[in-house]
């Protein structure tokens, strides 16, 4: 028992690491980089985090994140691009380069790429 709590431990700790260490990099790094083929919306974290993500959200235009609800709040920061971010309750914002928007937890949402768009969403 004792053991199979040192195997998992090491599992995640080399998980963790692995994952880390596919954006750590001593040289200068680009957002646009963490997206290389032409699917109409990717995500990918960027690291893991303790008590929550970071994730780099790629919308191409005339592309939609479909709606859907998230469990907590979160912040959607726009990077690059044109996206429009709309809700339920009828908020509806365009995002351009340095905007960004709190998202509401129990919200239905979804975003839609007016131009290729490049987000932060952080949990």
Request: proline fraction near 2%; charged fraction near 20%; glycine fraction near 4%.
């Amino acid at each position: 028992m004792k053991l199979s709590k040192i195997i998992l431990t090491a599992i995640a700790l080399l998980t963790t690491t692995f994952a880390f260490s596919q954006t750590q990099n001593t040289d200068k790094m680009n957002i646009t980089e963490l997206h290389n083929d032409s699917t109409g919306v990717q995500t990918k974290m960027m690291f893991p985090a303790t008590d929550g993500k970071v994730i780099s959200l790629q919308i191409l235009k005339d592309n939609q994140l479909k709606e859907h609800i998230s469990k907590v709040a979160a912040l959607l920061v726009c990077v690059f691009g044109n996206a429009i971010y709309e809700d339920e309750n009828g908020l509806k914002v365009t995002l351009l380069s340095g905007d960004f928007v709190k998202i509401e937890p129990n919200i239905k949402h979804w975003v839609d790429g007016i131009e290729n768009t490049n987000l932060l969403l952080i949990k």
